[in-house]
């Protein structure tokens, strides 16, 4: 009984011993001097990287002792760290990340940090099935909220911050023309929901990919609609017919078909011969998805043709 008594009496006096690789949740988190915020600041730490903890005995439990991949050694704030020895690491990475896209305080450096680090993906392969995909089409979004804060007002910095990532990531950014701005090419999340269509991943893509591809102008031009549609949520329910937002999607149609059919004298047909093929086509994109999506815009498809196709 004394024996343990002496061992309580050791582990209650001698500080924890804290080791392990910890990966670092927080873009730009100081690596400071001391265990003090009023430290020198020897370097920034980048998001996602891994420090090596250096067991060091330590009193105050708000710091870590750790060492960069250089070697550099400093103290670190223990909430912007995860134990890699724990299980949870995805988890924990992609709710850093979202926390920070809905976030109205995340700063353009700490998107820069993140989009980095997800850059490194396909090299680090840490990451793998569905847990790099959803962080493959995190990347994506981290980039449209780069290109929406360099876009901001006139900055010539940003300009000039633009231009290296247009270089950069030709294929991921259309550049904008006469006025517009940049954005991001949807077929960055059209790609991932062919490939993996019916799948979680490629129901989440296929979502970002009717939200970033633009949509026409169509006023009340019921084959302008039409064709727009098949573009965008027609394709999404192609996919993912039973998919997570296969419902709003298709009522979103419904309801705009309910508004431009309405009164039948006022529907606006357009001009142009491809009227005819626009409308064949929609309807052969119908008869590849599940009956109750032909059933839904049969009423409005049949007004459009007595009107407009005689």
């Keep these: 009984m004394r024996r343990i008594v002496l061992v309580l009496i050791f582990f209650m006096a001698v500080p924890y011993i804290f080791g392990g690789d910890r990966l670092v949740l927080k873009p730009s988190s100081p690596l400071y001097l001391f265990p003090d915020k009023k430290s020198e600041i020897l370097r920034r730490l980048g998001f996602g990287e891994i420090v090596q903890s250096k067991n060091e005995k330590q009193n105050d439990r708000n710091f870590r002792f750790v060492s ?8 670190v704030e223990a909430q912007v760290l995860f134990d890699l020895e724990g299980r949870g690491a995805y988890k924990m990475i992609l709710r850093s990340i979202d926390r920070m896209l809905y976030s ?14 997800l850059n490194s993906l396909e090299e680090n392969g840490i990451y793998h099935s569905d847990e790099y995909l959803y962080l493959k089409i995190r990347r994506a979004v981290v980039l449209v909220r780069i290109l929406e804060m360099l876009q901001e007002g006139e900055n010539k910095r940003m300009e000039s911050k633009l231009l290296g990532y247009l270089s950069k990531n030709p294929e991921d950014i259309i550049p904008g023309e006469k006025g517009t701005h940049a954005k991001i090419n949807p077929n960055l999340f059209w790609k991932i929901a062919e490939e993996f269509r019916g799948k979680g991943p490629g129901d989440f893509a296929a979502f970002l990919g009717v939200k970033h591809t633009p949509e026409a102008d169509c006023k009340r031009d019921v084959f302008c609609f039409i064709g727009d549609e098949r573009k965008r949520r027609i394709r999404y329910l192609q996919l993912n017919p039973n998919g997570n937002y296969a419902n709003v999607f298709a009522n979103q149609i419904s309801k705009r078909f309910e508004t431009l059919t309405k009164d039948l004298e006022t529907i606006q047909c357009g001009k142009g011969e491809a009227r005819k093929e626009i ?18 815009y049969h009423g409005f498809l049949k007004k459009i043709q007595k009107e407009c196709l005689p």
């Design 279 to 296: 409308y064949e086509s929609f309807r052969r994109d119908l008869q590849s998805l599940p009956y109750r999506y032909g059933k839904k």
């Design 68 to 75: 960069d991949s250089s070697g550099l050694s400093g103290w």
């Design 104 to 117: 109205t305080n995340t700063g353009l450096n700490e998107f820069e940090s993140v989009f980095q680090y």
